[in-house]
């Protein structure tokens, strides 16, 4: 069994917004039911988890299991940092689960081949993350902004989400981290902190993390749908309301 883990408790400070920004609408959904329908879409995934705010729990548990087109999923809730959030997911991964992939709820571009090439590489070495090769030179400065050095770019890699380990590595990786008390940039981290390989397949450049409005418009640009003109600073919505928007858009509409 496969399953994937979302973690989804951000905020949306980048975006503009005050309230979580995978509640945010992109075209006729919002970010995270794109993301989940992506998923959905992939026969080799069984079921999700997607690990929410505290207080986002319930409403969100509500509105995904009214939903049609969207695999088996549990909401549970996250802690202060992602690599916690993460770690709270495991926790609730069934005893039939083999692989884990785990993927950002802001990446909702990602397409089934990658997320096939993702799984298929974890069969073979049991640990592997999507990425893309860096088409800008990088540049490595000191504290006093002057250039250090200038890495070899054909070396040099975008990580992205999904993410896939074979359960019990993931797993161990995590336990490993808290007692080390060791914080990691992604998944991929923690399992290289306990010395096991992790294989890099070819990503899509167009799987983006939504972060920023700029990235919104280009994500409704992708989905072909009419750009979106501004996203307003101050929006003050309260997630019951966010909820129940996101709800009202999602029956209205033919998914």
Request: net charge positive; proline share 5%; aromatic share 6%.
């Amino acid at each position: 069994m496969i399953t994937a883990i979302f973690p989804a408790a951000g905020k949306g400070r980048r975006m503009g917004a005050s309230f979580n920004k995978v509640f945010a609408a992109l075209s006729d959904k919002p970010i995270l039911i794109h993301t989940l329908l992506s998923f959905s879409r992939c026969n080799l995934v069984d079921n999700f988890i997607i690990v929410a705010a505290p207080g986002e729990v319930e409403p969100v548990s509500k509105v995904l299991n009214s939903l049609p087109g969207i695999k088996p999923c549990k909401v549970v809730a996250g802690g202060t940092e992602r690599q916690y959030s993460v770690y709270n997911g495991l926790m609730e991964v069934s005893a039939d689960t083999d692989i884990v992939l785990v993927h950002d709820a802001a990446r909702p571009l990602i397409t089934s081949g990658v997320i096939k090439n993702v799984i298929d590489e974890v069969k073979c070495s049991g640990a592997a993350v999507a990425a893309v090769p860096v088409t800008n030179t990088i540049k490595v400065i000191g504290d006093d902004n002057t250039v250090v050095n200038t890495p070899d770019r054909n070396k040099l890699w975008m990580m992205q989400t999904p993410q896939g380990f074979r359960k019990d590595l993931l797993l161990e990786a995590h336990e490993r981290a808290r007692l080390d008390k060791y914080f990691g940039t992604d998944d991929a981290s923690l399992v290289e902190h306990i010395g096991h390989p992790v294989r890099v397949v070819m990503g899509d450049y167009k799987n983006i993390k939504i972060t920023s409005p700029d990235d919104l418009i280009y994500a409704e640009a992708v989905l072909g749908k009419k750009a979106v003109s501004k996203v307003k600073n101050g929006v003050s919505v309260a997630i019951s309301n966010a909820l129940e928007e996101m709800k009202a858009k999602i029956f209205k509409t033919r998914i």
